[in-house]
């Protein structure tokens, strides 16, 4: 054991010793009632107590600052994502101050909400993130500036609507917001995708069951008669008699009854108005039609022009045009991320071939609720999140998550449970669609979102601990490259060895975890393995940290690297508390090369330092050299050009300090 290792093992022990018959959470430490007599805060008192106790702890032990922050620690709205200052005087109470106050100012306050948490403000960092659709509610500077401010962490571009220019102004915007310093947001590129939809009308039909009607292929069929046409030649051919053909995801629906080689006659079940336009599905099926349209393909290359930070494709069906995509923009010298929107029946029939091809994916719950049967719905929503969690990529869950809120203020409760099941299934992001492009209250269902979601991680924290083996009925998440036996582990297996067990001994000693990334390997890596805290990401390349916005707990931020390791550690400490991340005396739990944790230490004592040269002489000889651009990541830097692993696994994971100059 490593004196990093011995220390936070130390440290635990103590922490046992001094708590009794606490309950003791994972990376979590509660006094027992009778020893919250200290507390400061009456708001919140084992917060206070646990503070004071694990302190004491520290003080005495000479090695570890504290770990345990006031309760006055700053919280900054674009960050955790309260509610905006114009609707503070709603219905619902955040918990925590809004307040957007200098940074590194202590002068916010809290009420009950912290739950006895031990961590300080990076505990109260909402770790899911937030997509928001941006349409004509929020494409103004005003009202994307205020979106971001408000938590969203992705803007994503709805290719089926707008124009080039429209959503250039927007990702124009986006750039602009970034380079304010107040936050950073990816963009997302949506594309429209193969969708079979009905032709213009000259009014619209009132429809009522048992009415007859006709779908035809033959061009200028406007409803008049009786007849609608239809936008898609193959129509014909992919309906059969007693199919069920549902408009814009079941708000209407019709069996098939018949059908010539131009026309499907059919019979309303439920009926309703229709409109123009609408968007076909036959439950059950997928149309055959090009994964990627012409359209997708020019929307695809502006996105390249423009320089968006993912894409998510619509109807995907298999694997190959991921492939296909992926190729293409290694042509183009892009390096877009790839997201496969799960929607189609085809979709889910070859859901682990897509999920080992793409970046990430997207439930999109609509339409894959308009192809298979609703109550099907729910199990492929976990089925996707946690084949994405146990492959270590990020997952959004879409659709229908406040979809009162498009003419309403409040959600319903069913939409609150909603959001809480898609944070508690271990979700990356939430999205909103409607709700934020063309809604009446976009500022306040991004406001319930985050709450919501901050709330469910909180209670996560008190009552369960770490998510990282994903909901109870889920196989467990473990390795994503397991480490292989008797031939040694290969170079994603020992980076991702690194991740879980830092990860494993900040959540020990309850420290937010900082670490430096090129190619955002490592974030991503310690993101899968769902820290207790914050993870946050230091980058000196802008599009890195763009991606790293949609990673579960990872606050990406950017910063130049320089040659000097101990310079540039210091610089980040001093950002981050700076934004009011961290405070004096905080500590932060390193991912590092073995060669910067023996040049950083500064409490080493004299003995520790002998003990570790002696240690590191002995096993220079059966050192194992790592690329870390093989590994994962990629740094390449004079301070942490290699990452060393020890044949008896020495796991570097560096506890300092944060001191103000």
Known sequence: ?????????????????????????????????????????????????????????????????????????????????????????????????????????????????????????????????????????????????????????????????????????????????????????????????PEVRSGDLAEPMQLERRDTLTFTITEGANGKGGRVSVNY???????????????????????????????????????????????????????NLPAITDKDWLDLKFGVEAGVDYYALSFVQDEYVIREVKKWLAEQGSKIKVLAKIESADSVKALDEILDAVDGAMVARGDLGAELPLEAVPFWQNRVVQGCRRRGKPVIVATNMLESMISNPAPTRAEVSDIAIAVREGADAV????????????????????????????????????????????????????????????????????????????????????????????????????????????TDNPQVQRHLTLYHGVVALQLKFSDDAEATIDAALTDLASRGYVTEDQLVALVQSAYMAQRLNPHHTGAARGAEAREQQWQQRRRLTIDPAAAGDGVALPWLSCVEMYICITVRCQFVRYHCA
């Open 1 to 193: 054991m490593n004196v990093a290792q011995d220390q936070a093992t130390k440290c635990a022990r103590q922490c046992r010793d001094v708590f009794g018959n606490g309950r003791d959470y994972p990376g979590r430490f509660i006094l027992p009632k009778q020893n919250q007599g200290r507390c400061a805060d009456p708001r919140a008192p084992r917060f206070a107590a646990a503070g004071n106790a694990v302190s004491n702890v520290a003080e005495e032990d000479g090695v570890y600052g504290r770990h345990a922050l006031s309760m006055s620690q700053t919280v900054r709205l674009s960050t955790l994502g309260g509610y905006p200052n114009d609707v503070l005087t709603g219905s619902y109470n955040t918990g925590f101050s809004t307040k957007r106050n200098p940074a590194g100012s202590n002068s916010s306050n809290n009420d009950n909400g912290s739950n006895g948490f031990v961590g300080g403000a990076c505990s109260r960092v909402r770790k899911t993130k937030l997509v928001c659709t941006i349409g004509p509610a929020t494409c103004k500077k005003e009202t994307l500036f205020k979106l971001a401010d408000a938590g969203m962490n992705v803007a994503r571009l709805n290719m089926s609507h707008g124009t080039h220019e429209s959503h250039k102004a927007v990702i124009d915007l986006v750039k602009e917001y970034n380079k304010t310093g107040r936050g950073c947001v990816a963009t997302m590129l949506d594309t429209k995708g």
């Open 233 to 287: 030649d193959g129509f014909i051919d992919d309906v059969s008699i007693g199919d069920e053909l549902l408009v814009d995801g079941g708000i209407m629906s019709f069996v098939v009854k018949g059908k010539t080689d131009t026309d499907v006659q059919v019979e309303v079940v439920d009926g309703g108005v229709l409109q123009g336009r609408r968007h076909l599905n036959i439950r059950g099926k997928s149309a």
């Open 431 to 538: 999205m909103l669609s409607g709700e934020t492009a063309y809604g009446k209250f976009p500022f306040r269902a991004v406001a319930v979102q985050s709450t919501v979601a901050l709330r469910t991680e909180a209670a996560m924290m008190q009552y369960q601990g770490s998510q990282r083996f994903g909901t109870d009925e889920a196989p467990l998440i473990d390795w994503v490259v397991p480490p292989s036996r008797g031939t040694g582990p290969s170079y994603p297996a020992l980076s991702e060895m690194f991740a879980y067990h830092s990860t494993t001994m900040a959540n020990t000693v309850g420290a937010p975890l900082l670490v430096f990334s090129r190619q955002g390997g490592m974030p991503a890596l310690l993101s899968h393995y769902r820290p207790n805290n914050t993870i946050f990401a230091f």
